[in-house]
């Protein structure tokens, strides 16, 4: 399944799409605050970078995530976020849902837009969207199904340094 999305931490908001079937869906959702618990002492290198281990809870699910100070953006994959450094690998405790570092390239100079809001829908109507029309994935994304084959078991993002 392919999926997209443009935060915007400021407004605290998401617009994202993501592809059901030959639909392209359109919805938008609020980004909420995270309450993370930070382990100094927990330290991992991924790739080549230097990560701390952090642990919070969103939407019932408790995740861990590895953010790297050094790269002070305070972004993660999908809704995670609002850590003193780029989340480069997260997980929630049943390893539903993982987020794997692939690479990351500063060195791109890209201005990043945000997408037109034509057809999009909230969160409630794009959940019920999927229900009606795919109640397997209705049921990976609240967790009430595993996930095996789907678009959360290898996503790769990548962050492109904006034009300043």
């Known amino acids: 399944m392919e999926y997209g999305y443009y935060k915007n931490i400021v407004q605290h908001k998401l617009n994202a799409w993501i592809l059901v079937g030959e639909k392209i869906i359109r919805f938008k959702d609020s980004l909420e605050t995270i309450d993370w618990k930070i382990d100094y002492q927990a330290i991992r290198k991924i790739g ?7 642990k919070g809870v969103f939407r019932g699910r408790n995740f861990t995530a590895w953010f790297c100070p050094e790269i002070p953006f305070s972004h993660g994959p999908w809704k995670l976020w609002g850590l003193p450094g780029l989340i480069l690998e997260a997980s929630d405790e049943a390893q539903q849902i993982q987020f794997l570092f692939q690479e990351l390239d500063l060195s791109v100079d890209t201005e990043i837009k945000e997408p037109s809001p034509k057809n999009r829908l909230d969160w409630q109507t794009f959940n019920q969207y999927i229900l009606e029309n795919n109640k397997v994935q209705i049921e990976q994304l609240s967790g009430i199904r595993p996930v095996e084959d789907s678009f959360w078991q290898k996503p790769i993002f990548k962050i492109e340094k904006t034009k300043q």
Do not use: V
């Open 48 to 54: 080549k970078y230097k990560c701390i281990q952090a």
